[in-house]
Nanobody
Framework: QAQLAESGGGLVQAGGSLRLSCAASGRTFSSYVMGWFRQAPGKEREFVAAIYWSGGNTIYADSVKGRFTISRDNAKNLVELQMNSLKPGGTAVYYC????????WGGGYWGQGTQVAVSS
């Protein structure tokens, strides 16, 4: 059974940085797209960034372009999200997800989430 485990959340001041990690286990993810989503209080879950495990192509939401960087470490089965210049609007639970190429995110694997709080 595939599992995703996020870590690295915490409290940070606006303008600061955090690095989130997602440890993937239980299967081979070479044909998967790995993504980060976030859900702020009272809002719907939204896409943040994604990376193709094979090839490393990346996609970002407009709201985080230039500030966030998604990367993967094949040897460690790890996906990371470097978040710089954080804004108070970045306060949310951040989720790691994995889905096979071409399939909807809702049908993939999801982690339990890690809380990020950005103070103004």
């Amino acid at each position: 059974q595939a599992q995703l485990a996020e870590s690295g959340g915490g409290l940070v001041q606006a303008g600061g940085s955090l690095r989130l990690s997602c440890a993937a286990s239980g299967r081979t993810f070479s044909s998967y797209v790995m993504g980060w989503f976030r859900q702020a209080p009272g809002k719907e879950r939204e896409f943040v960034a994604a990376i193709y495990w094979s090839g490393g192509n990346t996609i970002y939401a407009d709201s985080v372009k230039g500030r966030f960087t998604i990367s993967r470490d094949n040897a460690k089965n790890l996906v990371e999200l470097q978040m710089n210049s954080l804004k108070p609007g970045g306060t949310a639970v951040y989720y790691c997800a994995a889905v096979q190429n071409g399939l909807p995110w809702g049908g993939g694997y999801w982690g339990q989430g890690t809380q990020v709080a950005v103070s103004s």
